[in-house]
């Protein structure tokens, strides 16, 4: 159930394109940080008095710890205007009309009515949005130039706002654009599936590759199918039914203390080994050692439905940290750095490398 709370700004303390970071006090329990999207409901400034969903906050969500400003009562922001009837967040308390890329509204509509292939156009896919700066960084160091795409559906996070990521490789020339699909929003562009997203990112976005990566707040249970990747697998379908070319990140991990995420992760035998039907290159990195020798083994499980590609890897690292620096967007997942769990770093960055020497 949802936790509300009222609060009172005390300032701000950091803002990215779309979200606003903010100290708030709240009654009798202290001061937290609070995160507003303006798009949807103003912007705060200091003495404002805001509504709070204290949900994650009390959950203690690594990923999603803060309070959400749902409301400022006493300065509510203009209607929108202009076209758009796709809601997204439908029938929550916070849905919003955007204009869809594919809809009839949209300047865009005639290109994608009977759009229908994505011309041979590689589609990374991966299960974690913080793969998303490793495989560029891979992808980039080998083919500079590339114009590279992220298609965010709406496994995680669904507002694209949330990722500071996205802003920082946007501002650094890393990223292109951002297409937010589903009941994700605030991309560059808006679709309604997958499929019109994949197809908006070449034909509309002219992307030479795609990034196809949930946002951030992966949801998983812990059980064989109750994870937020399983889309992974649908992603890779979608991809090969457009004419793309799928190409799976595995998701691996030396510093994960979760056995079932250790070498390769369930998650990605499942997506790709259960749930992707159609036939994808899968880069697996050339990390020596027992532990690499682990990682190959575990990938032979899906060398009959997939392409097994070694890649080798002994310069990534110092790929990943120039980019980290260049880019100023931290190499991190599930709160480990890059060198705190390499392995999950140079997996991502081999699949944006294979993907390179594949244009």
Not at 75 to 89: C, E, I
Not at 154 to 181: C, H
Not at 250 to 266: F, I, K, N, W
Not at 309 to 338: F, H, N, Y
């Amino acid at each position: 159930m949802i936790r509300w709370r009222e609060g009172t700004v005390r300032g701000i303390r950091r803002e990215w394109p779309g979200a606003v970071e903010l100290d708030v006090t709240v009654g009798g329990d202290g001061d937290c940080r609070a995160l507003a999207y303006p798009a949807l409901v103003g912007r705060p400034e200091p003495g404002d008095t805001v509504l709070l969903n204290t949900t994650a906050l009390a959950m203690g969500l690594g990923t999603g710890g803060y309070a959400m400003v749902t409301a400022i009562p006493d300065r509510l922001p203009p209607d929108p205007t202009g076209p758009g009837h796709l809601v997204k967040a439908r029938y929550t308390p916070l849905q919003a009309t955007v204009l869809g890329v594919d809809e009839q509204d949209s300047p865009h509509h005639a290109l994608l009515e009977d759009a229908d292939s994505l011309t041979g156009m590689p589609v990374i896919v991966a299960d974690l949005h913080s793969a998303l700066p490793p495989i560029l960084a891979g992808l980039l160091a080998d083919r500079p130039g590339t114009r590279v795409v992220y298609v965010m559906p709406d496994g995680g996070a669904l507002p694209a706002w949330f990722s500071m990521s996205i802003a920082k490789l946007r501002d650094a020339g890393a990223l292109a654009a951002t297409v937010t699909v589903g009941q994700a929003f605030g991309g560059d562009l808006e679709a309604v599936t997958v499929h019109t997203g994949l197809l908006a990112a070449r034909l509309v976005l002219d992307a030479d590759v795609v990034i196809l990566a949930q946002g951030p707040g992966n949801l998983g249970t812990g059980t064989r199918w109750g994870f937020s990747g399983v889309s992974a697998g649908e992603a890779v379908n979608a991809a090969s039914i457009l004419s793309g070319r799928p190409v799976g990140s595995l998701r691996v991990s030396e510093g994960d203390a979760r056995e079932r995420h250790q070498g390769v992760s369930h998650h990605s035998l499942t997506a790709y080994g259960r749930v992707a039907l159609a036939r994808a290159d899968i880069p697996v990195p050339e990390l020596g050692g027992p532990f690499g020798e682990r990682v190959a083994a575990q990938a032979a499980s899906l060398g009959d439905r997939h392409d097994l590609i070694p890649v080798a890897v002994t310069d990534l690292r110092d790929v990943c940290a120039a980019a980290e620096q260049d880019w100023g967007v931290r190499m991190s997942t599930m709160g480990r750095k890059l060198d705190e769990d390499l392995a999950y770093f140079l997996t991502a960055a081999a699949a944006g490398r294979h993907t390179a020497a594949l244009l």
